[in-house]
């Protein structure tokens, strides 16, 4: 059986999860600790617009995406910068759908995890002077680090099994957008059983190692705190 065909699709997805995962780290931080300790009544709202993606079909926030990142949307003005006509069927397009699509399962484990630091530990630190960003660099950080495991694997293994938003916004373009959940699509349909089977099984394989990853990670949390 001739691999080739089978190394792109998971070289391409295993870059993309890494982009996704990575930024959004960054991003859902602000995010969850805002949502976990800030007050306002748009907390409850924005919090409703990060979990969207969880209950919406992947192909309404696709079409949603796709008109965002195409030539008429916000995503063609943006790759106008460097000359180009749109950000859909681009690998910098399945990043920003992808991101979008995965934000729940990194906001959501972070949140609970700013959530459940006392606020009596933060103010004791705030007594012994140290300054807003000491408190949350050094206190917060280190004990929400359980949130952000299991949000990093989260986030990963959903961006890796990903299969509506990304056909919508990226399409099937070999070695651009091509990803793992596309390229079973592809074999099944052209009757290409053997390889579909080898790229399926493999994604069996992925997601009994992130529950299980998910599950020692959340039994740690708890005799920590037990």
Known sequence: MDLNPLISPILLTLALALCVTVILIVVATPIAWWLAHGRGRGREMVGALVTLPLVLPPTVLGFY???????????????????????????????????????????????????????????????????????????????ARPGYLVGAIMAFAHTMGEFGVVLMIGGNIPGQTKVLSIAIYDFVER????????LAGAMVMFGFVTIFSTLVVGRGKDNRLH
């Open 191 to 198: 009757l290409e059983w053997d390889k579909a089977h080898v």
């Open 65 to 143: 995406l796709l008109l965002a990142l195409g030539p008429s949307g916000p995503g063609g003005w943006l790759a106008g910068l460097w000359g180009a006509r749109t950000l859909a069927f681009s690998f910098a397009g399945l990043v920003i759908g992808s991101v979008i699509a995965s934000l729940p399962f990194m906001v959501q484990p972070l949140r609970n995890a700013f959530a459940a630091i006392e606020t009596e530990v933060l103010e004791v630190a705030d007594t012994l002077g140290a300054s807003r960003s000491q408190r949350f660099f050094r206190i917060a950080l280190p004990l």
